[in-house]
């Protein structure tokens, strides 16, 4: 079992910046795979990033490529989205997730977080 608690949403101007982290419990962090996924109000929950289990290998979708970046730190079971140059169609509620496999795909995922929401104003 892998519990996941967000942290770091909140309201910004666009233009602006936010790290995103999750905090794991248990010992079994560094078996998973962690993603990033977001819903907007109205809208299905889509992949926003992923690393793998050792932070070699990093995804992200199209549409923060080049502004977002995902990492990880095994040793403090979390894992961060630092969010740059925001707009306001970034805002949503921000889900991190677990999976034994390097995924995109929502439903290969086996444990989430709670969520924080992220708004942008312009």
């Known amino acids: 079992q892998v519990q996941l608690v967000e942290s770091g949403g909140g309201l910004v101007q666009a233009g602006g910046s936010l790290r995103l982290s999750c905090a794991a419990s248990?010992?079994?962090?560094?078996?998973?795979?962690m993603g990033w996924f977001r819903q907007a109000p109205g809208k299905e929950r889509e992949f926003v990033a992923v690393?793998?289990?050792?932070?070699?290998?990093?995804s992200s979708s199209d549409s923060v490529k080049g502004r977002f970046t995902i990492s990880r730190d095994n040793a403090k079971n979390t894992v961060y989205l630092q969010m740059n140059s925001l707009k306001p169609e970034d805002t949503a509620v921000y889900y991190c997730a677990a999976s034994l496999m390097t995924s995109r795909t929502l439903t290969e995922y086996t444990y989430w977080g709670q969520g924080t929401q992220v708004t942008v104003s312009s």
């Open positions: 248990g010992r079994t962090f560094s078996s998973y795979a």
């Open positions: 690393i793998s289990r050792t932070g070699s290998v990093t």
